[in-house]
């Protein structure tokens, strides 16, 4: 039953999700990798200007994550 469930919500996800476009793999990599780097800056202890600051910069990358179809 557990799986059922897990499949249909896999499913559900991923519906309509297109594949980026062949020019747009290289920089959704790279975004990746940005976003990891991003969350692990996120860990650490920092002023709520930092926090601020390094919010706006991942959404800047989110927003291109989006634009893009990663």
């Known amino acids: 039953m557990r ?35 991003l969350e692990a800056e996120g860990r650490k202890p920092m002023s709520a200007q930092g926090q601020d600051q390094l919010r706006a910069r991942t959404k800047t990358v989110r927003d291109r994550q989006f634009e893009i179809k990663c």
């Open 3 to 37: 799986f059922i469930i897990i499949a249909a919500a896999l499913a559900f996800a991923t519906a309509g999700h297109a594949a980026p476009k062949p020019e747009h793999v290289q920089e959704c990599k790279s975004i990746e990798k940005q976003i990891e780097q």
